[in-house]
Structure formats: C-alpha cells, structure tokens
C-alpha cells in the first residue's frame, strides 16, 4: 500500500529542547515537503527537496532544518530557534519538477506542543 | 506569484442543500488549480485538479469545480450536501513545473442535520 507516513501523531516537547518529526514515502517520488499549519492561515511552505542531497528553504524556514539522505525520508527537525512551534506539521511528496502538473499527496501530519 | 483567496472562512449548510465554496486566484501565468479536503486531525486528501483541460473537473465524493478565467475563479460546489462532508476545504494554485504550491486559508464546512 504505497503512501506518506509521519511519526509519531503527537508530540510534547519543553521549551529549548529540538525535535524531530518524521516523515517517510514509499511512493518512489523525487520531491519532498514540509508545511506548518495554523488555524486560520492555510499552509505555509517550510522546507522542499527535489531531489536526493538537495534541498531548499520555503517561506518560513527560520529555526528549522531537514536533510534529505535517503529518496524516501525526510525528516523535520524543529530547533529551540523555532519561537513559536506549537503547530500542525504536514509532510507531503509528489514525483518530482519538470513532470509538468506536479500533484502533491499529503501525509496525516503530526501534532506538535510545546510544554 | 500565485496567490488564492477564499471567501468565507466558515460554510453551513442543511443536509441535502448546495454546497459552494469559493475560490479566486491570482496569477501572471496560467494557473493549475487544486482543492484538497481535511478531516479533524488528518493531513489533506486531494479532492481535484484543474490542468488546464476541461474547465469544468469532477472530483471525488460528488464534488466538482469550475475554472473560470474570466473572473479568475475555481469555486467548488457538490449538489446534496451530506454529514460526511463535514471538514475544511483548501484551493491552491500553482503553474507549470513549478515545486511551490499556495494555499489559501481554508473554508470550513458544517452541514445540518
């Protein structure tokens, strides 16, 4: 059953204490994404990779940072940096730039609060 | 740049009624145009896509929507409303072999029994 998978569903975290979210796709896509969502504002574009050992800030990357090791995983590290982390992280794939009309399919997300 | 705006942050409606949701973009460019569906606590499940085919794009769940470039809209409408529909609605835009997606704020629906 191919799809995006995010681990784990909810997070607690303290105050100055980084955290990893995870993200896993077995869908065989080139391109990766990390977005945060808030109530009222829609998604907002944290972090992108296109391709293997590449990867790109979006429109709010500041205290926060990805790496891009494996084509399948792309894990989201949210740093003491982060002001305010409290947020809905969504992870999405889709197969890659110059495919034309890029779709992007969405993990469950993760659910992360800080204490 | 792609932008999108979404008129009404919050939809209800009766059981059996219309569903409208409306969606109206900005673009420099030929948009792709896409709404997605979230349940409580979930990520987003694509519901459908403008490509620039067929205006008019049936989707999932008896959803359709219409891409009209005249007034720079693709609002989503399903014609009997059921609980199940019940979740918050995203359009997005983006163009042609482009990674970045924009979305707008979302339109959360409440149908009445």
């Known amino acids: 059953d191919g799809g995006i998978t995010q681990s784990p569903k909810y997070l607690f975290r303290k105050e100055g204490q980084n955290v990893t979210l995870s993200c896993e796709q077995n869908l065989n896509h080139d391109a990766m994404y990390w977005y945060r969502q808030d109530p009222g504002q829609g998604l907002r574009l944290i972090y992108y990779?296109?391709?293997?050992?590449?990867?790109q800030k979006g429109d709010i990357a500041e205290g926060y940072s990805v790496s891009r090791e494996k084509k399948e995983s792309f894990p989201l590290t949210v740093t003491s940096a982060q002001k305010n982390p409290t947020a809905f992280y969504l992870c999405?794939?889709?197969?890659?730039?110059?495919?034309?009309?890029?779709?992007?399919?969405f993990g469950p997300g993760t659910r992360l609060t800080v204490l | 740049a792609q932008s999108v705006t979404q008129l009404g942050s919050h939809v209800s409606v009766s059981e059996g009624a219309l569903v409208l949701l409306r969606c109206n973009y900005s673009s420099s460019v030929p948009p792709y145009l896409f709404w997605y569906v979230q349940y409580p606590n979930q990520g987003l499940q694509l519901l459908l896509k403008y490509t620039s085919a067929a205006t008019l794009v049936k989707g999932i769940n008896g959803f359709e929507a219409e891409f009209k470039k005249s007034e720079t809209s693709f609002h989503l409408t399903k014609p009997s409303a059921h609980m199940s529909d019940a979740a918050e609605y995203f359009c997005?835009?983006?163009?042609?072999?482009?990674?970045?997606?924009?979305f707008g704020a979302g339109t959360t629906v409440t149908v009445r029994a």
């Open positions: 997005a835009v983006t163009r042609f072999n482009d990674y970045k997606l924009s």
């Open positions: 990779s296109q391709i293997v050992n590449d990867f």
């Open positions: 999405a794939s889709s197969i890659g730039p110059g495919q034309g009309t890029d779709t992007q399919y």
